[in-house]
């Protein structure tokens, strides 16, 4: 999810892990977190091979 902090915006896990530095806009955001589902999606279809 994106949270928004003082510095700008940072994508966070669901437990609450930092997964960017704080300091990104909103578009730089949207990207990382498409980034992170992306992989995750590939690291699940890898181990099911």
């Given at each position: 999810m994106i949270v928004k902090t003082n510095q700008g915006y940072k994508v966070?896990?669901?437990?609450?892990?930092?997964l960017t530095l704080p300091n990104l806009t909103k578009e730089e955001a949207i990207k990382r977190q498409y980034q992170v589902e992306f992989f995750k999606?590939?690291?699940?279809?890898?181990k099911t091979q």
């Open positions: 966070v896990s669901a437990e609450g892990k930092a999606t590939c690291v699940k279809s890898q």
